[in-house]
């Protein structure tokens, strides 16, 4: 099924995210997170892909799985930065060939050191979105950044490329993790000044340690309000604590969130179904409304 038909449908609908092993070694392990989160019955569990491409096989692998073997839409991660038009063209037509109907088109970041942009790579996402639309009728998502996008100095220009994007094909979109749902409300505002109208998933992080808090700022340069790092602050050396209290945290984010209107909503579960289940435990009777 299409992702956006799900999301047009009437209720709440709550998706989560895998990612693919690194190494074989960890395969079975990612495969049974993968099962318990599909048992949580979300609307759909999207697959991220490496950013070397690396585990691009491993993405349609478990996108695949998740769909004819667990019963529950997937949708799968594809960038295109690390690998040339041809090799991006070749797993789109797997992707193709397997069932998947739908991806999350990304550029990725351009992996260091490497020449770019190139004639041989397309340079931006929404190229790629493009050349998806070429190989057939998928449901294609993007990413968004409701803080900007690092590279992007002027958040202008961010929604001046997003609605390019948008434009090339998008049907909806998921953001990048914020802890302030304020500056998901402003940008969602001014996103909809700009004409840009698809279905908007915020992505809710549980942040459930000091670490993981480190290297989710290093990756996505967002910023922490006070009411977060005070708890970080108080809990981070207590490790159960601090998973409870991130819980907690995504859960009163996800419960604003609702409660002003938005529908869907895209958990990064990051391979942890102690924390998804806790979350939809916490959203059990909210989530029926
Ligand atoms: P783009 O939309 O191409 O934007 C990249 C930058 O270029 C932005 O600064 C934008 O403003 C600018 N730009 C866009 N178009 C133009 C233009 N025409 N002219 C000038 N500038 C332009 N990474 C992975 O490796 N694997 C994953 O599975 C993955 N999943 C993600 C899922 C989500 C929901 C999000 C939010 C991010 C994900 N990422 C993933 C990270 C993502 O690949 C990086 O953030 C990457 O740096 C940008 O990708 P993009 O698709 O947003 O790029």
Same mark, same amino acid.
């Given at each position: 099924?299409?992702?956006?038909?799900?999301?047009?449908?009437?209720?709440?609908?709550?998706?989560?995210?895998?990612?693919?092993?690194?190494?074989?070694?960890?395969?079975?392990?990612?495969?049974?997170?993968?099962?318990?989160?599909?048992?949580?019955?979300?609307?759909?569990?999207?697959?991220?892909?490496?950013?070397?491409?690396?585990?691009?096989?491993?993405?349609?692998?478990?996108?695949?799985?998740?769909?004819?073997?667990?019963?529950?839409?997937?949708?799968?991660?594809?960038?295109?930065?690390?690998?040339?038009?041809?090799?991006?063209?070749?797993?789109?037509?797997?992707?193709?060939?397997?069932?998947?109907?739908?991806?999350?088109?990304?550029?990725?970041?351009? @992996?260091?050191?490497?020449?770019?942009?190139?004639?041989?790579?397309?340079?931006?996402?929404?190229?790629?979105?493009?050349?998806?639309?070429?190989?057939?009728?998928?449901?294609?998502?993007?990413?968004?950044? @409701?803080?900007?996008?690092?590279?992007?100095?002027?958040?202008?220009?961010?929604?001046?490329?997003?609605?390019?994007?948008?434009?090339?094909?998008?049907?909806?979109?998921?953001?990048?993790?914020?802890?302030?749902?304020?500056?998901?409300?402003?940008?969602?505002?001014?996103?909809?000044?700009?004409?840009?109208?698809?279905?908007?998933?915020?992505?809710?992080?549980? =942040?459930?340690?000091?670490?993981?808090?480190?290297?989710?700022?290093?990756?996505?340069?967002?910023?922490?309000?006070?009411?977060?790092?005070?708890?970080?602050?108080?809990f981070g050396?207590?490790?159960?604590a601090m998973e409870?209290a991130?819980?907690?945290?995504?859960?009163?984010? =996800?419960?604003?969130?609702?409660?002003?209107?938005?529908?869907?909503?895209?958990?990064?579960?990051?391979?942890? @179904?102690?924390?998804?289940?806790?979350?939809?435990?916490?959203?059990?009777? =909210?989530?029926?409304?």
């Open positions: 099924m299409k992702i956006i038909d799900r999301l047009n449908e009437d209720g709440i609908h709550i998706s989560f995210e895998v990612f693919p092993p690194k190494t074989d070694a960890g395969f079975d392990k990612v495969m049974d997170a993968t099962k318990r989160i599909a048992a949580l019955n979300p609307s759909y569990i999207s697959v991220t892909y490496g950013a070397g491409g690396g585990t691009s096989k491993n993405t349609a692998y478990i996108a695949n799985y998740i769909r004819k073997e667990l019963g529950v839409e997937s949708l799968a991660h594809l960038t295109c930065a690390s690998s040339t038009k041809e090799e991006v063209r070749q797993v789109i037509q797997n992707l193709k060939q397997s069932g998947i109907e739908n991806i999350l088109a990304l550029r990725g970041d351009i @992996p260091q050191g490497m020449a770019f942009p190139t004639e041989e790579r397309f340079r931006y996402a929404y190229e790629l979105v493009e050349e998806i639309r070429k190989h057939g009728d998928f449901c294609i998502g993007a990413a968004c950044y @409701p803080e900007g996008h690092v590279e992007n100095e002027h958040k202008e220009d961010d929604i001046k490329y997003l609605k390019q994007k948008v434009d090339a094909g998008v049907d909806f979109l998921t953001t990048q993790m914020f802890f302030d749902n304020d500056i998901h409300y402003n940008f969602l505002y001014r996103i909809r000044e700009a004409g840009i109208t698809v279905p908007v998933l915020p992505g809710i992080m549980p =942040i459930t340690s000091a670490s993981q808090m480190k290297r989710s700022q290093q990756l996505s340069g967002t910023v922490f309000p006070r009411r977060f790092l005070s708890i970080l602050d108080r050396d207590y490790p159960k409870q991130g819980i907690a945290y995504a859960t009163d984010q =996800i419960i604003d969130l609702l409660a002003n209107g938005v529908r869907n909503i895209h958990i990064y579960s990051m391979n942890k @179904p102690e924390v998804a289940a806790a979350i939809m435990d916490n959203l059990s009777e =909210i989530i029926k409304c």
